[in-house]
């Protein structure tokens, strides 16, 4: 598997939680549009690489997704993101065609961390919608979509307080054991090749993005029914 990010994904491998067999293309700062134009990101060792290129050199069977964090500071249209987020995923699907791709919901943070004013852009309401936003571009694009507000957010969709590093949005290695565990539990092969991948999220989405989930559940279900009874 790879895990393709920034400096939360990074927290993956540094705080070595235990993932077997994961390589990392996780660069700090980067955003979706840094993954489409090919531009040359540093490793948290230092290395610089092109992200989809190391990724190819992989070979993964599973991508998993998150990035966005750096982009959405600011309060102001999101569409650009969103545009970009999907060009990606179409390049990851061209050079990875067999792989199942996993787009992992934007996390939660402190609510403390809005009243930044270089951050203004970070609250629940708002990363609701956009997860919202990406959970469809998942189902569009055959992906699944995995929502970590599951286990990362408290009752009022904020970051869980024993999880929180001091800023308000990067995780203590608590919060890293719980994602993993998460992963664990939600992450698993898509059914088959030509059927819909089923949104494994939840508490971040709207009736509408759960109703077109459970369309692909059933889908997939037939799909696997029929195989079996030929």
């Known amino acids: 598997a790879v895990f393709l990010g920034d400096s939360l994904t990074?927290?993956?491998?540094?705080?070595?939680?235990?993932l077997p067999n994961a390589h990392?293309?996780?660069?700090?700062?980067?955003?979706?549009?840094?993954?489409?134009?090919g531009t040359t990101c540093t490793r948290v060792d230092g290395v610089q690489e092109v992200p989809l290129d190391a990724m190819v050199s992989y070979a993964p069977e599973s991508v998993y997704?998150?990035?966005g964090t750096n982009v959405l500071t600011q309060d102001?249209?999101?569409?650009?993101?969103?545009?970009y987020y999907s060009l990606m995923l179409d390049r990851i699907r061209n050079l990875l065609p067999d792989a199942d791709i996993y787009v992992q919901s934007i996390t939660p943070v402190r609510p403390e961390v809005s009243a930044d004013a270089k951050h203004a852009g970070m609250y629940a309401e708002r990363f609701i919608r956009v997860n919202n936003d990406l959970a469809a571009l998942a189902v569009e694009k055959g992906c699944y979509f995995l929502d970590l507000w599951e286990v990362l957010a408290d009752e009022n969709g904020d970051l869980k307080a024993e999880y929180a590093q001091p800023d308000g949005y990067h995780l203590l290695p608590a919060g890293y054991t719980a994602w993993v565990e998460y992963l664990r539990t939600h992450a698993v092969p898509l059914p088959t090749a030509s059927a819909p991948a089923p949104n494994l999220g939840g508490s971040a989405l709207d009736e509408t993005n759960l109703e077109q989930a459970a369309s692909a559940d059933a889908a997939a279900s037939?799909?696997?029914?029929?195989?079996?009874?030929?």
């Open 222 to 230: 037939a799909a696997a029914s029929s195989s079996a009874a030929a």
């Open 65 to 67: 997704i998150l990035l």
């Open 76 to 83: 102001t249209d999101y569409t650009s993101f969103l545009n």
């Open 24 to 37: 990392y293309c996780a660069y700090r700062g980067v955003g979706p549009s840094a993954v489409v134009n």
């Open 10 to 18: 990074q927290g993956l491998q540094i705080y070595d939680t235990g």
